[in-house]
């Protein structure tokens, strides 16, 4: 059950989802930063000779200084993010990746290297590449940055959603670059070093943090059911076929059967359909739970909680749709408003309590009950007032029904009430609806009626003029 939060006046689901994307926000910046201090340390094993830093396995391609030099940027741009005054900072940071990357991947294209003018400890990469080692800064990790620093640049511009889409596309990039890690397919990660890939995972995720009280990423966050099963579908929507996938990279490369790749297909579509089934399932019981639930709360809200009967706004409502109903109706007969009140029904309070006089409410209700046919509805407006909406009757059947009505009362017998003070009586208002559709107008002719009841001395029915 939902409670609500003290101070806020939010419950407390949304108290634990604002806390959450809180939460998560400040771990992206500390992403940053850790990325950035990282980032450093690969420069610092450029300065200080210690290719451990910048190439932690030694067959394997470098993170180019290059590279180290954006993922600073983005890191501490990152870290900033949010913080007062530093919207000019991290713009700068931003922008300076953005026309590194740009630059950068021009040269691929116009072959001149104009990103040369930013590059650092040149001699320490010539010397790499030289010995034939792998030490550039590739179109994928290009590709990446900029990415990234464009989804900076739009979060600064307070574009989340646009910004976590561009970082959710740039995580693409080093994914695929860890698979190939992991099968050991090196065209997979190409010269994306594995140092590189790391802090193009850690960028990208840190920047999808950021934005965590927006679109996809507060979706999955949400505490309540959906964000649930997002979070269950993404974990095992990804690792899943990761590892299946691994198995058949591995059947692959001992032997020639191309059906394995079939059967890696096959079973990828299978279990996507079973994640959404077992989804739909979960989803379908706990949404079935509140439909029930609402449909309680509907039908506690249109009930009287003593006698179980509609309460006056379910009357009101169903009376007013038949009123409507019938006047379309080209039928000579007529609907009617009973107003039934039992009379001197204080002095069954005063005389034996009120729960006495609830246990005549419950009793009187049931009898009322017995008068309901299709199309017809009764209701407790109140107290000891009660009225009845009866259809397509004629004047002389309706003044059968009031005083069978009457005549129930009077027969109804309470233990311990009326074997002692004698039967209990009730006083009717009668009005017919004469092609009005205004039930509020129809209940006030029932009333003068009960009034004029009352007054003419009670135990009888009058009908309106
Ligand atoms: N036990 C009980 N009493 C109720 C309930 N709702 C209203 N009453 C009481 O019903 C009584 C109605 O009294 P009056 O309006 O004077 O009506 P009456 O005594 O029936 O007199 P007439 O209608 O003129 O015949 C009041 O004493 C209310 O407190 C209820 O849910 N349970």
Not at 331 to 353: Q, R
Request: hydrophobic share 45%; net charge negative; proline share 2%.
């Amino acid at each position: 059950m939902s409670v609500i939060h003290p101070i806020s006046g939010l419950k407390n689901e949304q108290v634990k989802e604002t806390n959450l994307s809180d939460f998560v926000k400040k771990v992206g910046r500390k992403i940053g930063l850790a990325t950035a201090l990282l980032g450093m340390v690969t420069l610092a094993g450029y300065a200080f000779g210690i290719e451990f830093l910048y190439r932690p396995i030694a067959t394997e391609p470098a993170t180019n200084p290059l590279t180290a030099l954006v993922v600073i940027l983005l890191g501490f741009g990152l870290e900033i993010h949010g913080r007062m005054l530093s919207n000019r900072f991290s713009f700068f940071l931003a922008i300076a990746s953005i026309v590194i990357c740009v630059t950068h991947l021009a040269s691929f294209f116009y072959i001149s290297d104009f990103s040369q003018i930013f590059m650092l400890f040149e001699s320490v990469v010539y010397e790499d590449l030289m010995q034939g080692k792998n030490n550039s800064m590739g179109m994928n990790t290009t590709l990446m940055l900029l990415l990234l620093a464009i989804a900076h640049l739009l979060y600064i511009f307070r574009q989340a959603n646009y910004s976590q889409l561009l970082s959710f596309t740039a995580l693409c990039i080093p994914m695929i670059s860890i698979t190939g890690y992991a099968y050991g397919l090196t065209s997979f990660y190409g010269a994306m070093s594995l140092l590189s890939t790391t802090f193009g995972v850690f960028l990208c995720l840190g920047t999808l943090a950021i934005t965590a009280d927006n679109g996809g990423v507060r979706a999955i966050l949400s505490p309540y059911i959906g964000g649930r099963i997002a979070r269950i579908q993404i974990v095992l929507g990804y690792f899943v076929p990761l590892i299946i996938g691994y198995l058949v990279i591995r059947s692959l490369m001992n032997s020639d059967q191309n059906s394995v790749f079939g059967i890696y297909v096959v079973s990828i579509c299978w279990f996507i359909a079973l994640l959404v089934v077992v989804s739909a399932i979960v989803q379908e019981q706990v949404d079935g739970k509140r439909r029930e639930v609402e449909k309680a709360l509907q039908l506690s809200a249109m009930t009287d909680e003593l006698t179980q009967l509609p309460n006056r706004r379910h009357f009101m409502e169903k009376a007013t749709e038949a009123l409507i109903k019938e006047k379309s109706d080209i039928s000579e007969l007529s609907s009617w408003v009973l107003m039934v009140d039992i009379d001197h029904f204080k002095k069954i309070n005063d005389t034996e309590g009120h729960e006495m006089g609830d246990k005549v409410l419950v009793e009187f209700a049931l009898i009322m009950n017995k008068f309901v046919g299709p199309g017809d509805l009764v209701c407790r407006l109140g107290g000891e007032e009660f009225a009845f909406f009866f259809s397509q009757k004629t004047a002389p059947e309706m003044s059968e029904i009031a005083n069978n009505i009457l005549q129930s009362v009077e027969d109804m017998t309470i233990p311990s009430y009326t074997d002692v003070y004698g039967s209990i009586t009730t006083s009717i208002g009668c009005a017919k609806s004469e092609d009005k559709t205004d039930i509020d107008h129809v209940l006030r002719l029932a009333d003068y009626a009960l009034y004029a009841s009352k007054n003419a001395g009670r135990n009888r029915v009058m009908f309106a003029a």
